[in-house]
């Protein structure tokens, strides 16, 4: 099983929002609802910030929020802030042994 | 508090062993798969090994299938991963991660594990 694809970088500004894309296949994003989000900052444990597509855990802001289509996910983070800066990571259940694919990340810059 | 803490990283020769362990805190750890997800240095986050709540069926991801071995001690609130036949490719650092519902919901600070000669 290969790794979602991710752009290794995204941008915004201050105040304005920045989307950040993750494809798999039908056998994985496209099949299942399992999809996940996390933000991770450097030399800090990753934080799940999206889960089963576009749900927020408690305390996770509004801002955050992630959709589906086909094969494809998307996370997006409205209203920048400097703090929103890290890397992003998504993942899915694959089906076959039970484990959960990663994407490769992307680094968000807040400009 | 609610938390994993990992520990046994260190520095180990090419070919020799490890015994990561983690503790869990303030949560009912028998009601939850667990997962080890790794990240070598600079780079992504990978799903290594998983096992059920009560221990019938674990799960290990190719690389390390026959290397590595996940258990979980419920009595003890711990969770284990064996790693032989350590390569240069296994440094990393290995996270203790409560899994529900294929999402990662409780991460621990991570444990480092460097193979080198």
């Known amino acids: 099983q290969s790794a979602l694809t991710q752009p290794p970088s995204a941008s915004g500004s201050p105040g304005q929002s920045a989307t950040i894309s993750c494809t798999g296949t039908?056998?994985?994003?496209?099949?299942?609802?399992?999809v996940s989000w996390y933000q991770q900052h450097p030399g800090k444990a990753p934080k799940l910030m999206i889960y089963?597509?576009?749900k927020r855990p408690s305390g996770v802001p509004d801002r955050f929020s992630g959709s589906k289509s086909g094969n494809t996910a998307s996370l997006t983070v409205s209203g920048l802030q400097a703090e929103d800066e890290a890397d992003y990571y998504c993942?899915?259940?694959?089906?076959?042994?039970?484990?959960?694919?990663f994407g490769g990340g992307t680094k968000l810059t807040v400009l | 508090e609610v938390q994993l803490v990992e520990s046994g990283g260190g520095l180990v020769q090419p070919g020799g062993s490890l015994r990561l362990s983690c503790t869990a805190f303030?949560?009912?750890?028998?009601?939850?798969?667990m997962t080890w997800v790794r990240q070598a240095p600079g780079k992504g986050l990978e799903s290594v090994a998983k096992i059920r709540p009560d221990g019938s069926a674990k799960y290990h991801v190719d690389s390390v299938k026959g290397r590595f071995s996940i258990s979980r001690d419920n009595s003890k609130n711990s969770l284990y991963l064996q790693m032989n036949s350590l390569t240069a490719e296994d440094t990393a650092v290995y996270y203790c991660?409560?899994?529900?519902?294929?999402?990662?919901?409780?991460w621990g600070r991570g444990t480092l594990v460097t193979v080198s000669s």
């Open positions: 303030g949560l009912s750890f028998n009601r939850y798969y």
């Open positions: 039908s056998n994985d994003i496209g099949g299942y609802v399992y």
């Open positions: 089963e597509v576009n």
């Open positions: 993942s899915s259940y694959a089906g076959g042994n039970n484990m959960v694919l």
């Open positions: 991660v409560r899994e529900d519902y294929w999402r990662f919901d409780l």
